[in-house]
């Protein structure tokens, strides 16, 4: 009966030492893949913040090379305006400006 009891004991201390390392496995298995998803997830919030970052960048570049455009052509137009306006004047009789 001893002996009976013995192998029960081991079997039981056994059977609850082999069911607490598989319980600690599955545990650190599953921080360790919500450790890995967090991780992913954090590299692909900050590749999506890179990536509008530099799209916002790029777009504001765009419209300020846009806009110096404009103002490079307006600037030109009224050059070219000012000075058919003064061609114009200087073939008058009676501008004095010649």
Known sequence: MT???????TMT???MTLTTMTLTTVLLTTVLLTTMTLTTMTLTTVLMTTVLLTTVLLTTMT???????????TMTIMLMTMMLLLNRLSRDSSCPIR
């Open 3 to 9: 002996l009976t009891t013995m192998t029960l004991t």
């Open 13 to 15: 201390l056994t059977t």
């Open 63 to 73: 419209l300020t090379t846009m806009t110096l455009t404009t103002v490079l052509m």
